[in-house]
């Protein structure tokens, strides 16, 4: 496996190393996720990632309801519009993380359907102070 072609956004790591509990979601398959994570010194339990999805619909669902019934917010972030989109339908609160692939229309768009949108320094400010928008 090739590790060294995956790299992080400078300072993402800081996120895991808040107190929130935190899950990954994603099209890459779990192996490689947690390979990557170790590499980087980023802890976090297998447990908590779910890879090779095709759809996150199922499993945003599924952790929503857990979180529902645990009473503990749930913020879903993601840098593909069209996921984040799916997530707001769910009445997740969302982030749009704009440090992938971004075009006018993407800006548009969140702007239209109240979605936070952060760079890479906006999401890294301690995460307890990050004011999600209201579903």
């Known amino acids: 496996m090739k590790i060294l ?9 800081a ?13 890459k398959n779990k192996e490689s996720i947690c390979a990557i994570c170790d ?3 980023i ?4 447990d908590n990632v779910f890879g090779g999805l095709k759809s996150k619909v199922e499993m945003l669902k599924s952790l929503y309801k857990q979180a529902n019934e645990q009473k503990v917010p749930m913020v879903f972030c993601d ?12 009445g997740i609160s969302t982030i749009w993380a704009r440090w992938g692939y971004k075009i006018q229309e993407h800006l548009d768009t969140v702007k239209n359907k109240s979605i936070d949108a ?8 301690p995460i307890e102070k990050i004011q999600f928008c209201e579903q």
Do not use: A, R
Not at 5 to 13: D, F, K, N, R, T
């Open 5 to 13: 072609m995956h790299g992080l956004y400078s300072g993402i790591e």
């Open 15 to 27: 996120v895991f190393d808040s107190n929130q509990q935190l899950f990954i979601v994603s099209g």
């Open 39 to 41: 590499e980087n010194k």
């Open 43 to 46: 802890s976090i339990s297998p």
């Open 79 to 90: 840098d593909n519009l069209p996921n984040v989109l799916e997530s707001k339908s769910l």
């Open 118 to 125: 952060h760079t890479v320094p906006e999401f890294l400010k």
